[in-house]
């Protein structure tokens, strides 16, 4: 019996390994518009974003019922840096909320 459960995922594994695709320019586009932590940290430092903190409590304000999951700096599509906040709610729900890093405006929210 073990022996067959060893075969099924064998196969299942070589079977996702076909299918994977290459990662394409637009995905890589992507992940070059988000800032490293260094470059994140670098940006409050020099007083031309908020930090991620202040961010994080002007979601919190205005969504209190959300649990925070993460929080990265990246260029918005005007050029803009600005942050996009993760939460999750009760129900299990990912919640993605942009906030401008300059003005601390709340730009969008996703899934709520």
């Known amino acids: 019996m073990k022996i067959q459960n060893a075969i099924i995922l064998s196969a299942a594994l070589i079977g996702s390994a076909v299918i994977a695709q290459p990662v394409s320019a637009s995905d890589r586009s992507v992940f070059a518009q988000r800032l490293t932590g ?38 918005g599509a005007n050029g803009h840096r600005e942050y996009v906040v993760k939460m999750m709610s009760v129900d299990g729900h990912m919640v993605e909320v942009r906030v401008d890093a300059r003005s601390g405006q709340v730009l969008g929210s996703r899934g709520y």
């Open 38 to 75: 260094d470059q994140a940290r670098n940006a409050c430092k020099s007083g031309d974003v908020m930090c991620a903190k202040k961010a994080l409590r002007i979601v919190k304000k205005r969504y209190p019922k959300l649990r925070h999951s993460t929080t990265y700096l990246k260029r």
